[in-house]
DNA sequence: CATTAGCACTTGAAGGTTGAGAGTGCTAAC
DNA sequence: GTTAGCACTCTCAACCTTCAAGTGCTAATG
């Protein structure tokens, strides 16, 4: 059956007032306030064959109706308008990112901070992927008590959290040595190469063979994301929408994103390409729970990935808003990405619209 | 009034019997439990008698009695009988911690799991403040455009997550003789100390002045705990306690744990000298929810502070499992650190015991 | 043939009643 | 000082009733 226009506009008016309201609807609402040239009896009608297309649903025969997943993403594919953010929403992104950007780590926790903010929902952030990334230097600093640090300068950022356990009696001297040798040797090379040419490359290495061995095996640690990765902010905002004062569902919510495991692997998802993604309840195979949507947008500048922000909450989700603001952060983080390059370099970057 | 011994046995049995059960204890329960040689009734004096001496108190006329928060203290302080860990909990310690300590924010993360796993209660973890340690040298690696990574080598460990802005046109060689030079004069300083000196050292230092000043302001961000330094293991284990059954008991605690700023404030107490912590409800001024308790234990090994680790939970904790899981697991870690010392250096560490 | 008025029907939420069960406080006896 | 016994209080669950909301259906209407 093909949907009728009208159709549409009552499906839309359902979702809209259950998003708002978080009620279900019924005709004698729709009508009262949106529909006011047709009876209720009419809407009623309609919205029984809605709920045969599997667009409604009702817990009990006198309780109104209430989108199912399938109406939400229709709704979003479709019939949701989008609508702008106020003026101080918009102040507000605009002053959040001064100059707090200076590498990835810290401005996804103040992005996520201002997605939290400004949504009203729980936000969870992870920094791009570094196996994509190509090596640009590497540095062993000793650090005392045979170990040293080492930090990785890729193409896009430096990971400086792993230790690596020195040969005994290793000079600081010979150490300088080795970390020049092993970074004129991975230079240029993706981490993930590297990582999986091992044996190859350290057979091909003399003196600093252990030193190196110990290196690749850093790097593994990358291969998946760190908890240090992925942020969370906002997490008491869930008390602020009324799915949450029912306990199971608090525990659902608590349980996934306590695990930065589980949250690495929801929000990390198939968006490489696509700007949005928008995961309804148990949409994918994945562990969001079945009362869960999750948002999320990747944002890059200039080449340059700056990680895949979004947001998790109930199905119920503003979507328009949370939609608006992931947006307006992607358009603002161009802005300054572009502008800084542009200040410091003069970079070719054309201003990117959509 | 002094209290009696068969009082003080009592309000024993009443807490061990509360922290069991999470039911109020009547006095018949503990006639048939635990005191078979007397009456209910003489129970019911003895229970009004401790009531009106403020250790317990009634919800309601007919629901047996609770302990107050000034009963946990003075079951802790005099009453609680410690109990030893079981085979397979010490174990659990034994294995948790081979080789992985290589610093201590690696460190913590596991010992924060270990203590929530083994009590059932979320566990929180900070690093020990470096605003006390000295710094032995100071790095400044180049990162690409106009930027280099600050690397903090102190007493203690390694800080390595700021970054400084340079001037403008600094060659790489130029970086690393500032970098030289800074760290020679710094080395053997206390962070604290240089942060406070501030005007003075950057005075009589000429043609580096502006890179030392933001390296003198990078070390501020060091005079409270970042959000790094503070590690929340386990949130999701206060659903297995019944007071958390009701939301906003959940609210409350979540609210907390949500902000490292707050966490950061709770388990970094006085506890300097001290072994281990209680907080019991409210009783500090800190914003430790009523309904929680917070312990906490600061471990060190060979004069080097490992950092504060704790639980945080309903009042009515197991405070005797919890209590024994803090010195076991310090003990492992005492014994880790010094015996991981000898290996290497022969370390003149005496094995402390208590 | 789509629309509508009207009405019977279903359901949950709120409020009240009742009885059972648990536990205490008090008193009088030992 | 201890205890048996009993009246009292309070909660909890079950049950009922009433009320309001909202639907589905039917028959009338243009």
Sequence with gaps: MKMSDRKKKILQIVVDEYINT?????????TEKHLTDVSSATVRNELASLEELGYLTQFHTSGGRVPSPQAYRFYIEELMERNDLSESDLDYIERAFNDKSRDVEHLIKS????????????????????DKETIRSINL??????????????????LRDSFIELPENMTDDELSGASKMISQIFAGKGLAEVRDAEEEIVAEFG??????????????????????????TGADKIFNHPEYEDIENVKNFLTVISSKDKLA???????????IN?????????????????????????????????VIGPIRMDYPKVISVLE??????????????KDKKDSKNEQKDR
Excluded at 22 to 30: D, G, L, R, T
Excluded at 207 to 231: C, G, H, N, W
Excluded at 328 to 341: D, F, I, Y
């Design 141 to 158: 600093l000793p650090c005392g008590e045979g170990t040293a640090l080492l930090v990785i300068m890729t193409s896009e950022r430096i």
């Design 111 to 130: 992005v996520s901070e201002v997605i939290s903010e400004l949504t009203d929902y729980t936000s969870v952030a992870i920094t791009p992927h570094a």
């Design 22 to 30: 978080a009620v279900p609807v019924s005709s004698k609402s729709i």
């Design 265 to 275: 692997d929801i929000i990390e998802g198939e968006n490489d390409e696509i700007q």
């Design 278 to 310: 928008v995961k309804i309840g148990s949409s994918g195979d994945k562990d969001v729970p079945d009362d869960c949507s999750v948002v999320t947008a990747t944002y890059s500048a200039g080449g340059k990935n700056l990680g895949t922000y979004g």
């Design 328 to 341: 307006n952060v992607g358009k603002a983080l161009e802005e300054l990405a572009s502008g800084k390059k």
């Design 207 to 232: 003196q600093y063979r252990q030193v190196m061995r110990e290196v690749i095996e850093a790097l593994k640690t990358y291969s998946r994301p760190r908890e240090e990765d992925v942020v969370l």
